[in-house]
């Protein structure tokens, strides 16, 4: 399943490109102007189903093809890649050679705690700037509810600073807050690109999410 979600998003990459193939030359993440670090931290495989773990490696599939299209590539790990998720990411063939970093150790053996940020829906703190050299930590947990402000919860034990995204400073929404994997991933990677926070939830927020610019709304816009 994980391989034709594979073979389906780079049809769809082909497909959707209305530009001439000479341009679709894929800037490498080594060759990218933009050094932000995004990490997939999949510390808590053994905590979902195999259908859940799946769907969470078919998000963060997702997020390379989209890293793949974009101008400025930021900088993607997987961490706590062994176990299960090594052995499920197995079935795609020669993905040890796609431009991504995957690492066997945790985040916090990677990267200094100092530069760390771990983005979670239950942070008090509003993430305001992206900076070139700290590594934005996605919980790759697909859990249902079942383990709510556990990845938020793992942070605070180690001394990891926490932040969420400033989706309150911006826009109403009428679902919860709590974004997929890539759904957030993509969020990060279109303000790296130089698009407003407002700009980026607009663009990337499914309809069913009910996203509503704040100041419409504030105004008593509702079209």
Same mark, same amino acid.
């Given at each position: 399943?994980?391989?034709?979600?594979?073979?389906?998003?780079?049809?769809? #990459?082909?497909? %959707?490109?209305?530009?001439?193939? !000479?341009? $679709? *030359?894929? /800037?490498?993440?080594?060759? +990218?102007?933009?050094?932000?670090?995004?990490?997939?931290?999949?510390?808590?495989? #053994?905590?979902? %189903?195999?259908?859940?773990?799946? !769907?969470? $490696? *078919?998000? /963060?599939?997702?997020?390379? +093809?989209?890293?793949?299209?974009?101008?400025?590539?930021?900088?993607?790990?997987?961490?706590?890649?062994?176990?299960?998720?090594?052995?499920?990411? $197995? *079935?795609?063939?020669?993905?040890?050679?796609?431009?991504?970093?995957?690492?066997?150790?945790?985040?916090?053996?990677?990267?200094?705690?100092?530069?760390?940020?771990?983005?979670?829906?239950?942070?008090?703190?509003?993430?305001?700037?992206?900076?070139?050299?700290?590594?934005?930590?996605?919980?790759?947990?697909?859990?249902?509810?079942?383990?709510?402000?556990?990845?938020?919860?793992?942070?605070?034990?180690?001394?990891?600073?926490?932040?969420?995204?400033?989706?309150?400073?911006?826009?109403?929404?009428?679902?919860?807050?709590?974004?997929?994997?890539?759904?957030?991933?993509?969020?990060?990677?279109?303000?790296?690109?130089?698009?407003?926070?407002?700009?980026?939830?607009?663009?990337?927020?499914?309809?069913?999410?009910?996203?509503?610019?704040?100041?419409?709304?504030?105004?008593?816009?509702?079209?």
């Amino acid at each position: 399943k994980l391989k034709m979600a594979a073979r389906k998003l780079e049809k769809d #990459d082909e497909d %959707t490109r209305t530009a001439p193939r !000479k341009s $679709l *030359k894929h /800037v490498k993440m080594s060759e +990218s102007d933009c050094k932000v670090s995004v990490v997939f931290d999949m510390q808590f495989s #053994d905590l979902m %189903t195999e259908r859940d773990l799946g !769907k969470c $490696l *078919k998000q /963060v599939i997702r997020c390379y +093809s989209y890293n793949r299209r974009i101008p400025q590539p930021v900088q993607v790990h997987m961490t706590s890649h062994g176990g299960r998720v090594e052995a499920e990411m $197995l *079935k795609h063939d020669g993905y040890r050679n796609w431009d991504f970093h995957f690492k066997q150790e945790s985040y916090d053996k990677l990267f200094p705690l100092d530069k760390i940020i771990y983005l979670s829906a239950e942070s008090e703190t509003a993430l305001e700037t992206l900076e070139q050299d700290k590594a934005y930590i996605i919980g790759g947990l697909v859990d249902h509810n079942h383990h709510k402000g556990l990845c938020h919860a793992r942070a605070q034990e180690i001394g990891v600073k926490t932040a969420r995204l400033p989706i309150d400073e911006f826009i109403n929404m009428k679902t919860r807050k709590v974004l997929t994997v890539n759904h957030v991933y993509e969020i990060l990677a279109e303000v790296c690109q130089g698009v407003s926070w407002k700009d980026a939830f607009m663009k990337v927020l499914p309809e069913r999410k009910g996203a509503l610019d704040k100041i419409d709304c504030d105004n008593g816009d509702s079209s």
